[in-house]
């Protein structure tokens, strides 16, 4: 009875997206060889944070971590979900690293998840609470998720490298399972919306940067919004810094988004390299306004019905569908995604039909769900 | 109508109710061309005819009534509603499987072969194991004989589609079938049927009618009214009546069978055929090595995806070594116009009973082969061909030619596989097929002819080459039958020649296909991936570029597929999972290739991506267009509603064909060659499978809006309710699912969506007990299941439990009861609670009487809405009713929350005004700071709360310095001030940890005759072992003795009583005597010493009275009950002649 068969995985990498297998799978998994050969070999603060993000969120989980954190075994537990939960999520990645895999595991939790989240709301490396109330929760309403009690509140702003910032997290639960779509049309891009924010900078940097991105979408499209979010006081979190994140919207429903933010790196491990980034300059707003506008106009290019950094959260919801057919048209996969299909591969058991469409440029992806129904959930 | 004056009540039932009714008909020129039951449909008529008649009499009067009776019309409508299911079945159905049960003797198995005899026109001598049989053109059916045991029909009852319940009409029901009946109700309800047999041993026909209703009465009772109850009415030549069994087969062709959820969210399969396939040198180095089987059946339920676990009822979960998809041994019919089927088609199968020409014994299988009828189907016979029968020629010849011993073969073949294998393939298909079958011809070849002997008198002739020769011409099936000659011993025969079958059906499939096949073989796989590897690295080879070429034509479609998922078929659930506890395999270590370690993470795109940052933004700022040139901006222009709407919309389409390739994928150079190579197909395909969509879409929509046309007729609501969108919506995923699925060929498919439903399944499964083989009784149907994804874990269930209204006893916490959840069946010890107002999970010593409660269990989960059946008794001698309770999960949990009440008692050891300390109801200082806050309460009902650790100046000083300090004292303070006589409790609750124990089943691995022991009960230890109950004293129930409380009077002081006014002031009341003497004068003295004599003189004349008259009343008694005695004997000689004379008038009277 003590026997349990540990699946065995290797690397750091993806580690959120197979703890977060490993537990809607419930299959308990061995880590090795963790930036074995790394100078900080090991486990980073916002991994460990993640698995003591999952440990609260969920009953009866154990993680095991070697001395030098290069090897993890994790047995996952059952999502308990619940209000009023509190996270930290500090400062070495942003909000949305912990989002991401968060809405997932909140849909098949026993209770609905209502969780405040505190640290870095926006970062140039994970999507930004924006994109997130934007294009990912729109996306999981597809798969046929409640729409009440789906909702994401930014309490406050924070961006690296001190942070401060604070949102609220709650998802409910989906009674049975999700819903298997179909989506293939694109649509056309109907408007351009968006939201800039600004922490304890001058407002005008969000207008200049506004003002750069609408140079380059009038040109194509005149219905094109974007709002401004200037934060001040305790609200604006702890450093200096501004970004934007852009949505466009198509006739099909479908949201195209991408998002940036500027601010000063952090550079916690060394005073001397603190001074080097605190000399270097921050990239000047009309470059930010124009680079964000191109690169949304980059990904409308590309086609698909969501954006290339979503990808991995279409596939992952399309393998958790019941066990019709799925079919998305995405854009060109990327490495990300790619990962996410070998993972969805290796715990799931579901492959997809990867065909591309060569008119379009785009990748018709076709899949039988895994059949997961929320057993987490207590009957009435 | 004429009435008579006389109120005249007309017959309700019997056959003049009946004369009347038709006489009505026939006057109102009706005409019943379905001739219904007349009894259950008399009333409804007439019901109606009168209303058509007198249409008054029947409108409603009261707008209440009418009210209600619409809304509970319109409830009862809603009850009937059911949310509709996708039926994600494609493709033929697996055979129904018809569950035959009833107690022992009751004609089961006559049943069935009276059944076979109707369907195949053949006589089975023996009903073994589940046996298929082709009944219509649509319809296969497969029936099983119940087991007697209550485990069989636990898991009968999980396998049957429909079960005839056989029920003894001279003697009534039997506990079986009422156990049988709640096994079912419990695990999802299949069609069941009555059939009520032994009715010839009724002779008065009166009789016969009258239990005939009371048995279906009660049957109705049970399942619901109007269930159907057949009835056998006896034997004609040992068999069932050819008409009644003709009825019986009419009932069931036309049966409609429901999905049950579980069985369509889990695979199932019913073991129609068993092997043992373990290398033969392995088992006789050691009889009780671990065992390899393989086991065939049809998959039912849902699709098998590839690293499904299994659970063998009663064996134990298992890992699916090789799952291989066969032809179906028992076809449908080729789209015949013709009515009914042809003889020819009338096909059965039956490994495991001795049907026909096989017999399955324990260690040999027998042939009879009887040229006069081949039993098998046509199409396979052709599809045999010559080159089957080479192979099976040259199999019996080298048989004949082996002069080695089997292990210096075993060792050869390996070799050979290793070092031939690549040169050989290229050959084509046959060659490598044979390659391993002869080897196994080879091996056990001496103990086959030895066998062939043993055979002798089974067999007509004894040679055993004209043997094979015969066994040819009866199909491939049979052929694999001679190579299993061996009894289960023998198995790569019957592999070879299931590859080589397969190869057969698919040759014209790719080569991926049969790579497939060939790595299901057992050891094989290991060494196959290998040569696969040597494919990848010498694919540049003249000697592999036919079949390369081939390939990608073949393949074109998935490539992309190839580059995300690798080109190798790594199974990453089998290989990589590791048992902690247990050593893996030998084998896969062994035949390990040498670069799987790394390949997995070389096979991808990006090679080394082991530790990259984890990060699902994948911006390219470097590969930022210029979006401020014009032309950039022209190429989306379309992409926008201010674009070109008709080019969205072919590009939506796909349609158009123009396109821009300008896409350079930066991360993906090879998408671009593909996709120009691809192009030209693309183009094809896609608009056909669109348009094929869209036709479908169409179809399911126009039937479901013929539906809806039907219903609203009905129904008259016009507007589309919500389950029919509902129904709409399902209707439309299903035929998207068929339409998807269509267009992919079958290698993807079989990876995308598993092996389906209905196919002929070989599964192979390693190490597993040896018992299981030595056991093994076809009597007892083997069902395996597949396990969803967290099934397999163990963790606590918390299930709604009610203990059976017939079983006799209440259920004690923690005593084992065996359930049967899912598939499996084990044994646990469950702890009972319920569930307080506050939410709170409070334990119950026993499951209430007559309601329910919660059971909390440690065990493999099962999804919430699971049914769970408990059995306490396996054994089948017992005569009481087996099933204990019936449960069903609400939610499982990996930490159980059980509380029960927990009272600390103490007494004061000191008393201050409110406070005091308490002791004895705590042991250390440290539990009193855990309680610190708790409320208190003594049994007078002074309230308190506890405060602190009683600090040691506060009266908890050692006796004597030096003395210890007591612990646990705890400081309290009350409401009131409390007596030291006063009894101090705390009400807390405790948690109460249930037992992480659980014990598999695993009756398939011992004699079926046995009974199963497992965790016996606290009780049956006791009476095992002679062990008297504990007996606690302090438990005892004793009369309360309360001494009565003396108390002593009140004193007020003097000072008070001063203040007090004089009402409250205690008086001095001088009640009787002061003192003083009175003497009286002698006048007086006299006069009272007069009237004490005059008293003494009447007390003593009133005694002597007294005891006159006890004397008198003693004498009287006495005479009394002399009287009485006879006069009783009197009143009884009259009433006896009274009765006499009466008995004796009505029996004359009834002689007249």
Known sequence: MGKVSYMKLKGSQNLRQRLLLSTLASTPILIEDIRADATWPGLLPHEVSFLRLLETISDDCHVEINETGTKLKYKPGIVMGGGYLEHDCGLSRSIGYFLEPLIVLGLFGKKPLSIKLKGITNDPKDPSVDTFRSTTLPLLKRFGVPSEGLELKIESRGVAPKGGGEVTLSVPIVHNSLKAVTWTDEGMVKRIRGISFSTRVSVQFENTMIHAARGIFNRLLPDVHIFTDHKAGAQAGNSPGYGISLVAETTSGCFISVDTTNSYARGDNDDNEMDVDEKKELMPPEEVGEQIASLLLGEIEQGGVIDSSHQGLLFLLCALCPQDVSKIRVGKLVPYGIETLRNIRDFLGVKFVIKPDPTTGTVMLKCIGCGLTNLSRKLS | MERSQKSHRSRQSGPSAKKKSDTDK???????????????????????????RNPKAFAFNSTVKAKRLQSRASEKEQRRLHIPTIDRNTGEPAPYVIVVHGPPQVGKSLLIKSLIKHYTKHNIPDVRGPITIVSGKQRRLQFVECPNDINGMIDAAKFADLALLLIDGSYGFEMETFEFLNIMQVHGFPKVMGVLTHLDKFKDVKKLKKTKQRLKHRFWTEIYDGAKLFYLSGLIHGKYVKREVHNLARFISVMKFHPLSWRTN???????????????????????????????????????????????????DYNVAGVTGLPDPCPLPSAAKKKGLRDKEKLFYAPMSGLGDLLYDKDAVYININDHFVQFSKKDDEDDGS?????????????????????????????????????????????????????????????????????DDSDEDNNPHEKSTDSQKVKDNIQEEVEIHEGRRRRKAVFGNESELDDQEATDEDDDEEEDNDSDDDQNSSEEEEEEEEEDLEGNASKWKESLIERTISRKSINLMQLVYG???????ASSHEEIDANGSDDDEFFKPKGEGNKKSSEGVEGNMVNTEDSSKFTNFANVKDWKDGETIESIRDRFVTGDWSKAARRVEGADVDGENDDDA?????????????KNEGDKTEPDSVAEERRLKKLALHDDDNNKKIKSNNNKANEVSYIDKLKEEAELQRQRNIAELEDLDEATRLEIEGHRTGTYLRLEIHNVPYEMIDHFDPCHPLLIGGIGLTEENVGYMQARFKRHRWHKKVLKTKDPIIVSIGWRRYQTLPIYAIEDINGRHRMLKYTPEHMHCLAMFWGPLAP?????????????????FRITATAVVLEFNHSAKIVKKLKLVGEPCKIYKKTALIKKMFTSDLEVARFEGASIRTVSGIRGQVKKVGKIELGNKPKKMGGKVEEGIARCTFEDKILMSDIVFLRAWTQVDVPCFYNPLTTALQPRGDTWRGVRTVAELRREYNVPIPDNKDSHYKRIERPLKKFNPVVVPKSLQSSLPFRSKPKDVKTKKDGRAVVPEPHERDVHKLVQHLQLIRHNKMKQQKVKKMEKKKKYDVEKAKEEVVTKKRQREERRERFRSQDKLQKKMRRD
């Open chain 2, 26 to 52: 026939k006057k109102r020129g009706l005409t019943d061309d379905k001739k219904r039951d007349p009894s259950t449909d008399k009333k409804k008529r007439d019901l109606t005819d009168d209303k058509k």
């Open chain 2, 666 to 678: 930066p991360v993906f150079g090879e998408f671009e060659d593909l996709e120009t190579g691809e």
């Open chain 2, 567 to 573: 080109k190798s078929e790594t199974k990453p659930d």
């Open chain 2, 387 to 455: 080159g089957a029968r080479d192979v099976g020629a040259d199999l019996v010849k080298s048989l004949q030619n082996t002069k080695y011993s089997v292990d210096e073969k075993l060792n050869n073949s390996f070799i050979n596989l290793f070092s031939q294998k690549s040169g050989k393939i290229t050959n084509g298909d046959e060659n490598n097929s044979i390659e391993p079958m002869e080897e196994a011809n080879t091996v056990g070849s001496d103990e086959e002819s030895e066998d062939e002997e043993d055979v």
């Open chain 2, 266 to 316: 889990h695979p199932y399969i019913l073991v129609d055929r068993f092997e043992d396939v373990t290398p033969p040198d392995k088992v006789s180095t050691n009889k009780k090595c671990d065992r390899n089987v393989t086991l065939y059946g049809y998959l039912r339920g849902c699709n098998m995806k590839k690293g499904t676990k299994v659970h063998i009822a009663g064996v134990g």
């Open chain 2, 864 to 880: 919430p809405n699971t049914g769970i059946v408990a059995v306490q008794n396996l054994s089948n001698s017992q005569a009481s």
